[in-house]
C-alpha cells in the first residue's frame, strides 16, 4: 500500500492553503528545486558545454519519456518528452493523418480542450486536407466510429467536467473500423492507471505540468505504439530527430521510431525539474493512487453538496466515469473561486460557470479536503464571493 | 564606451578555462541563478497556479521577445518567444510559404545550418507542395534570386565557417524580386548589429542559448515584420495563440500579429532564466559589441598563425565578412578539440575538420584570448591531440 504521508514529505506546499489545483499546476517537488539549482548552477555553471554529454542532457527527452512510460502502460522507448502539448498533437495528428488512406473525418468531441481543436482545425487546413473535423457529444463518440472515420482524437478526461472516456472501448471499436486513434492524456497522466499498450492505441500526448508535477509549462510528451514511428516522415523535422544529428548531413534521414519525433534542442531547465519530479512515482503504484483519489472525491462531493445547495454536481456522479478532479456548476463561479482562493482553497474556474477541484493522493490528504469544504462552505453560506474586487477577471483564469 | 568589466561581473565562469563557446552555449548569468531560484521557489512554491497573473509568468513570451527586438533591430510587439529554432522555422517557413503565391522555389545555401534545412524538406513535403528546395554555395545567393523565387531562406552566419551574409543587399534583392524572405539570425542575435527593420526582412527566427546567454535548450524566438502577421494562418495553432485562450471557444479565431505565432503553454524556467540573462544587454551598444569582437577575433587570427602552422584558416579573413566566431581547419580537428578542452580552452568540433571559437566580449577579454592562444599553441605544437583518449567521439560534439 502506498505510503502518502512519505509522498506528501517530498512536496514543498504553503501552509496557509489546501492545494486543489495539482491538475492545473502541480506543486514543488522539494526533488525539482534541488535539481533544477544543481542544473543552473554546477551544470551550466561549470560545465557549460560539456554538459551536454557529462551531464545527460541530450539524453533527458528519453529519460524523462521513459519515466512516463511507466505511469501510462507505454513500452521502454516509446515515450519522448518535449514541446508542447499543442506542438506534440500536431506530430501526433500530421502523422495520423499521413496513415490514414483515403478516409475524410477527424472525429473528436465537444469536449476536448480548445487546443486540440485549433490543432486539427488549422493542421487539416494547412496540409490542404480536405478533412472535415467532426463533433459530436462526448456520449455520442462511440457511435460515429465507422469506416468513414480516418482518425479518432480525443482527450481522455473532459478538463471541464472530469469525464473520462472508456479508452479500451473505444479504441477497440475505432480499431475495428480501422480508425487511427490520438488520445491526449493531460488530466490523465498520473491522475489514474492507464494503458496504452493494452488499449492497442496509436499515439497519446501529455501533459508535464499537471499530474506530473513538473513545473509552469513543463515539456510535454509523445507516445507512438511500437512500429508505427518508422512509418511516419515527420511535418516537424528538426536536427534532433535526425538518424545522426552531429554528422550535419543537408539531408534528412530520420532516426528510428519515437526518436523522429524530437525536433529541436530540448529546454533542460525545464526537462531537468520535470525528470526530478517524475521521481516521487517510485515504489507507487497507480491504483493505490486512483482508490485514493476516488474516496477524496467522493468525500468532496458529500460534504460540499450538504454544506453548499447552491453548487450543482457537473461531473459525472459515478467515480469510475470521471478523472481526478470533481467540477460544480455555479453562475457566480469565477467570482465564488476567487473568494475561495482568498479564502485559503486554491481551485480554478472554466468559463462559463465551472468551479474546478484536484484531487492528487500524492500531496492532499483527507484533512485537507475537510478544511477545503469547511472553507468553500462558509464561502457560499455566507455569501462572500458577491464583492466586486472577485468580479475582477484576471488574464489567467 | 560599453564597460566590459562591468558585463563580465555579471557572468559566472569557471576560473580554469578560457571560453570560447559562448556561441554554441552562453554561460551563466548571476541574474539568471538568482532569477530561476527565485521563480522555483516563491513564485512555483509559494503561488503555485497564481503565478501565471501575479508573478507575469504568461506575459514572458511578449516579456522577452521585446528585450530581444532591441537587440535585432525589430520594433516592439513584432518578436515573441517560445518553442526552439526548428519549430519557430516551420512557422517562418509555412507562413511565407503562405504568401508566396505559385512561385516553386525555395531558395538556400549549402552553408545553412542542416535543421533548417530539414525544416525545409519536410514542410514542403508535407504540405504537399510541389516546390523544390534549392541549394547554392552561399556566393551564389545573390545570382540566384529571381522571379521564380518563392521563399529565400537563410542563415546569416554559417555555423561552421562564421562566414556572413549581406542581409541588407540580400532582403533587397529579394524585395526587388517579389521573394518572401527568412533569416535565421542563430548566430547573430547578441553576436552583431542586426537591423531587421531597416532590411525590411520578412520573418526571422533564431536562438536564446548562444549569444543570449539564456541556458541550455532556451526557448528561441520568432520576428514577423508589422502587418504580416495578420495574413497568416498558422499551422502550427495552439490556445495561446488564439485571440482569447481562456474563452475556449472551439473554433480557432487567431490573434493579432505576432501573438498568432504563439501556440503551447510557455516553459517558465527555462523562459525566466532567458529574461534574466537579457538583462545584461541593458546600457550596451551592439557597435561596441561588434568593434570589440572584432579586436579579439583579429587578435586571436593572428596569435593562431603564428603560433599554429598546422590550423589552416576557415574564416573569411575581412571581419567584416564574418560573424563573431572563428574557424580553423585541421583534419584532426575533433582530437585536438578535445586536447584544447583538457588543456582550458573550451571550443567545439564541426564535422569534418572545423575548429570552432566563439568570441563574446560580454565576459570574454584580451587576457583570455592570449591565454587561449598560448594553450592551443602548446597542444598543436607538442602534438597533444595524438592520443587515443581524444579520439573518441563523445555524443555531441
Known sequence: MTDFARTRALFELPEDIVYLDGNSLGPLPRAARERVSRVVSREWGQKLIRGWNEAGWMDLPDTVGNKIAKLIGAPEGTVVAGDSTSVNLHK???????????????????GNFPTDL??????????????ELKLVAPEDVAGAIDETVAVLMLTQ?????????????????????????????????????????????????????????????????IYVKPGLGDRIDPVLAGWMGHEAPF????????????????????????????????????????????ARSIELSE????????????????????PHRRGSQVSFAFPEGYAAMQA??????????????????????????????????????????????????????????
Open 92 to 110: 501526433a495528428l500530421t502523422g495520423a493523418l499521413s496513415l490514414a488512406g483515403q478516409r475524410k473525418v477527424v472525429l473528436s468531441d465537444t
Open 118 to 131: 485549433y490543432v486539427a482545425q488549422m493542421a487539416i487546413r494547412a496540409l490542404g486536407k480536405d478533412h
Open 157 to 221: 478526461i473532459d478538463y471541464r467536467t472530469g469525464r473520462l472516456h472508456d479508452m479500451q472501448a473505444l479504441t477497440a471499436k475505432a480499431r475495428e473500423n480501422g480508425v487511427v486513434t490520438i488520445w491526449d492524456l493531460a488530466h490523465s497522466a498520473g491522475a489514474l492507471p492507464v494503458d496504452l499498450a493494452g488499449a492497442n492505441a496509436d499515439f497519446a500526448v501529455g501533459c508535464g505540468y499537471k499530474y506530473l508535477n513538473g513545473g509552469p509549462g513543463a515539456p510535454a510528451f
Open 247 to 290: 554528422a550535419f548531413d543537408l539531408a534528412y534521414r530520420p532516426a528510428a521510431g519515437i526518436q523522429r519525433m524530437r525536433v529541436g534542442t530540448p529546454p533542460i531547465l525545464s526537462m531537468a525539474a520535470l525528470d526530478a519530479a517524475l521521481d516521487a512515482w517510485d515504489g507507487i503504484t497507480m491504483d493505490d493512487v486512483r
Open 299 to 318: 468525500r468532496f462531493i458529500t460534504e460540499i453538496e450538504s454544506r453548499c445547495p447552491d453548487l450543482t454536481l457537473a461531473s459525472p456522479r459515478d
Open 340 to 397: 475561495c482562493i482568498a479564502h485559503g482553497v486554491i481551485g480554478d474556474f472554466r468559463a462559463p460557470d465551472i468551479m474546478r477541484f484536484g484531487f492528487t493522493p500524492l500531496y492532499i490528504g483527507m484533512d485537507d479536503v475537510i478544511r477545503a469544504t469547511e472553507a468553500i462552505g462558509r464561502v457560499m453560506r455566507e455569501k462572500l464571493w458577491d464583492r466586486a474586487e472577485y468580479r475582477t477577471r484576471a488574464k489567467v483564469t
